[in-house]
């Protein structure tokens, strides 16, 4: 018995790496097919061989080690759910009393849960190389960026609406003496629950024109200017977003947005998180106040945009480098 349960752990253990190795080359073929995309769409006059047929390619090879990974995550399952019913069978007396005795003798007081969201945001030029500095899109009067919103956690349509409310809500609201950043010019000070209704506000006569109109699309291809990925895997580094910017020069090309373990976020929470990560989009970095929205970790429940936020991206789309204390100031 005992024997026959080491072979059954050690089987486990062999599929979750395997698993892994998998999952990891599927990450890099996926970034594969939008470095090409972004290639392919480029007006760039360098000439890319057979951009289609290499996208058709990787397609084909995506499409098998997704197979896999659902055919050993279906073996994992199996062998799992075997094991842990031989467990809950032995340990289901215990806990029937260890909680008849808690039950009796203590009140269980509800644990509050942390909700500190933790971002990342890289910028990487075509040829992958990371780089810093603000960058800017360069767009034409009156054309919107295309938003790409790919389910693939299948969340649901409440929490699609958060991820829309974040980029097209128009509402905003003034308060007055808010905590949510310090500024010793104002004492009253308005703030945005989404993109659309900020940059609205924002000075048009720029020397880059700052977005002002967003076309909202979902598919699972990674077309639209923006994509945003609403994924079922958890960071390892406790991420709750991440931003990756793919540039030409200082002229933003393409961004990926990917929020981890979007199902197991709040409403509040995913909201946030697009709210902060379509800030970098847009090309605003990190600011230092830990108060503001665009602090690379979110601690506020009232994590709207701020005043400050829309003025660091005009200065941004003037070809000025906001401080790095922008929002603190």
Not at 287 to 296: G, S, V
Not at 300 to 309: K, R
Request: glycine share 4%; proline share 3%.
């Amino acid at each position: 018995m005992t024997l026959r349960m080491t072979d059954k752990d050690y089987s486990i253990k062999q599929l979750r790496t395997k698993l892994e190795q998998l999952t990891s080359e599927l990450n890099k073929t996926t970034e594969q097919i939008q470095l090409l995309e972004i290639f392919d769409n480029s007006k760039s006059e360098i000439i890319f061989a057979q951009p289609e047929q290499e996208i058709s390619e990787l397609i084909r090879k995506q499409n098998t080690i997704s197979h896999e990974i659902i055919t050993i995550k279906k073996k994992i399952q199996k062998l799992s759910a075997k094991t842990i019913l031989k467990v809950e069978l032995l340990i289901l007396p215990i806990v029937i009393v260890l909680l008849f005795f808690v039950a009796t003798n203590y009140t269980i007081l509800p644990v509050e849960q942390n909700s500190t969201i933790k971002t990342h945001y890289v910028i990487e030029d075509l040829q992958g190389n990371s780089l810093g500095d603000y960058k800017h899109w360069s767009i034409i009067s009156g054309t919107p960026l295309t938003v790409n919103i790919k389910n693939h956690a299948q969340v649901s349509d409440q929490k699609i609406q958060d991820v829309e409310n974040a980029i097209m809500s128009t509402d905003g609201s003034t308060q007055n003496g808010s905590p949510l950043y310090n500024s010793a010019s104002a004492m009253k000070s308005e703030y945005f629950q989404g993109w659309q209704g900020a940059v609205q506000t924002a000075y048009s006569n720029t020397k880059y024109l700052i977005p002002e109109k967003f076309n909202l699309i979902q598919s699972d291809n990674s077309e639209g200017d923006i994509v945003v990925t609403l994924s079922t895997v958890k960071s390892e580094d406790g991420y709750s977003g991440v931003t990756r910017t793919i540039v030409n020069g200082n002229q933003i090309l393409k961004v990926f947005i990917t929020v981890f373990d979007s199902n197991k976020l709040t409403d509040n929470q995913l909201e946030s998180t697009v709210r902060q990560e379509f800030g970098h989009a847009l090309g605003l970095p990190y600011t230092e106040n830990p108060e503001d929205l665009m602090h690379e970790s979110i601690t506020t429940n009232q994590s709207y945009i701020s005043e400050c936020d829309v003025n660091a991206l005009q200065k941004i789309y003037n070809d000025v480098k906001p401080p790095s204390n922008f929002c603190n100031i």
